[in-house]
C-alpha cells in the first residue's frame, strides 16, 4: 500500500512542478447569471375534508409542508414566499385567498389536505394560477405516514413536472466520502442531506465513490486489500464485489449510461491511462496512450464520448474523445489547472475544477469550448458533479476551514451545504431512482 501511496504522491507532486512553469490564469470573477425566479407558494396543510386530526398528525401536516417548501425552493426557478400575517390584518383576511396570494407576488399556490387512517397517510394536493384561480395539477398519494419526507418528496416531484415538464430530482441520493469513523468510508444520503448512513466499513482508505446509471451500485476505490482496486457496493444488499485489481493503480471509475461499460484510469503499463472496461471489469479496450497523466473520465449523456482530464500538454486540461479513444480534442485553454470534469445531463455543458486567482473554484464550460465560467468565489472547491436534471452541482469545499458538501444551482447561486463535522469530500448525485 505504501508503494502506491507514493505513485499517488509522486502523481501530485509532477502535476504541481508543471503548474508552477505555466501561468495561472488571474481574472475577474463574472456576475453571477440567473433566472428571473417565479414565485409561489405553499399552504399550511389541513385536514382532509373536515377530519379530526390527532397531535401527531398535525405535526406531520406541518412536516409535510416545509419539506415541500424547501424542495420548491431549491430548484433554480422557483421562489417560495412565505404568508404574510401583517397584510391578513391590514385587509381583514382569516383565510388567505388566492387573489391575496397573487397581491404578495405569488404566481402559483399550493393547497393540501391529509387523511389518517392507521399507520397510513392518504395526500391530496392542487396546483393554482393565483390571478385566474385555474386549477391545472392535482394529485393524491397514499404512503406511512412514517415515510413522510420521502412522501413529500414526491408530491414536490410531481409539482415541479407540472411547472416545468421535467423530473423532479428530491427523491434522488448523494454518495461521498467522510472520516467521520475516523476512516474514508462510504456514505449516502438524500439530495438534501437528511438520512445519511454509512455504506462500506473496511477500515482503510476509500477513494472517488460512483454511482451506476440505475442508482443499485457504487463503484469506488479502496486500499482494503492495499493496493488501489476498484470495487462495487450494491446499495440494495450491502455485498461489495471487486471488479478490476489490475497492476497499479485502479481508480476514476464511471458507469456509462446504457449500464454496459466502465471508463477508468489504470497504470497497469506505467503512467496513468483511460481504460474501457466491461461491467464485469474485464479490459474491452485501451483508450489513450500518451506518456501523460490521464484521468477522471466522465461520459457524456449519449454514451459516444467521454471527457477526461490530461496534461499532455505540460498542465492538466480538459479534453474530449469518442468512446473508442479517437478524434481527440482539447476544450479547455483558459486557466492552467483545469481537472475533475463532469458533462451536465443536458449534454451542453461541462462542469469542472481550475485553479482561479490562486484557488481552485468550480467553473463550467459549453462542449463547444466557449462561455468559461466561475461558479465559486471561497476557498477551495473539488469534486462537481451535476444533478440528473443538469440544473444543480454538488461539490467539496474548505470555504468554512474544514471540508465539507455543498451543492448550487447551475448559475452559482443557492448554495448551501449538506455536511458538516469536516472530511467530507467526492460527492456524486444518483440518477433519478427507478
Avoid at 386549477?135 to 397514499?142: D, L, N, V, W
Wanted: charged fraction near 25%.
Amino acid at each position: 500500500m505504501k508503494k502506491f501511496i507514493c505513485i499517488l504522491l509522486l502523481i501530485i507532486l509532477t502535476s504541481t512542478t508543471v503548474m508552477a512553469q505555466v501561468k495561472t490564469y488571474e481574472g475577474r470573477l463574472d456576475a453571477k447569471q440567473g433566472v428571473q425566479l417565479t414565485r409561489l407558494a405553499v399552504e399550511d396543510f389541513t385536514a382532509w375534508e373536515g377530519a379530526r386530526l390527532l397531535r401527531a398528525d398535525s405535526i406531520i401536516l406541518v412536516r409535510l409542508a416545509e419539506t415541500i417548501r424547501r424542495d420548491l425552493n431549491f430548484s433554480p426557478f422557483y421562489e417560495v414566499i412565505e404568508l404574510d400575517t401583517f397584510y391578513m390584518r391590514h385587509m381583514e383576511m382569516e383565510v388567505m385567498s388566492l387573489l391575496g396570494w397573487s397581491h404578495l407576488g405569488a404566481e402559483y399556490v399550493i393547497k393540501g389536505e391529509g387523511q389518517f387512517t392507521g399507520d397510513d397517510i392518504t395526500f391530496k394536493y392542487r396546483l393554482y394560477a393565483s390571478k385566474s384561480g385555474i386549477e391545472f395539477g392535482r394529485g393524491t398519494f397514499k404512503s406511512p405516514a412514517s415515510n413522510h419526507r420521502r412522501l413529500a418528496h414526491k408530491i414536490a416531484n410531481e409539482i415541479i413536472y407540472y411547472l416545468t415538464g421535467e423530473k423532479g430530482i428530491f427523491d434522488t441520493q448523494v454518495c461521498f466520502i467522510s472520516k467521520r469513523t475516523g476512516n474514508k468510508e462510504v456514505f449516502l444520503c438524500d439530495y438534501d442531506g437528511a438520512n445519511i448512513y454509512q455504506l462500506t466499513g473496511n477500515g482503510s482508505i476509500n477513494l472517488s465513490p460512483s454511482f451506476a446509471p440505475d442508482g443499485k451500485e457504487i463503484l469506488f476505490t479502496s486500499f482494503m486489500h492495499d493496493d488501489p482496486q476498484l470495487y462495487q457496493y450494491d446499495v440494495t444488499d450491502g455485498k461489495v464485489d471487486q471488479l478490476a485489481a489490475y497492476p497499479g493503480i485502479n481508480s476514476a471509475a464511471r458507469v456509462s449510461p446504457d449500464n454496459q461499460y466502465i471508463a477508468c484510469a489504470l497504470s497497469r503499463d506505467g503512467n496513468a491511462e483511460l481504460y474501457l472496461l466491461n461491467r464485469a471489469g474485464r479490459i474491452k479496450r485501451r483508450l489513450t496512450r500518451t506518456a501523460a497523466i490521464e484521468s477522471s473520465p466522465c461520459w457524456s449523456p449519449t454514451g459516444n464520448e467521454i471527457a477526461f482530464s490530461s496534461d499532455r500538454t505540460g498542465s492538466p486540461q480538459i479534453y474530449v474523445m469518442d468512446k473508442d479513444g479517437i478524434n481527440v480534442r482539447r476544450l479547455t485553454y483558459v486557466g492552467g489547472y483545469n481537472d475533475s470534469p463532469d458533462w451536465s445531463p443536458r449534454g451542453d455543458k461541462v462542469v469542472f475544477v481550475s485553479r482561479v486567482n490562486g484557488k481552485f473554484n468550480i467553473c463550467t464550460i459549453d462542449i463547444t469550448g466557449d462561455n468559461f465560467r466561475v461558479l465559486t468565489e471561497r476557498g477551495n472547491n473539488e469534486n462537481p458533479h451535476w444533478s440528473p436534471d443538469g440544473n444543480h452541482v454538488i461539490f467539496s469545499s474548505t470555504r468554512t476551514g474544514t471540508k465539507e458538501i455543498y451543492v448550487m444551482d447551475r448559475f452559482g447561486n443557492k448554495e448551501f451545504r449538506l455536511t458538516s463535522g469536516g472530511g467530507n469530500s467526492n460527492p456524486d448525485w444518483s440518477d433519478y431512482l427507478r
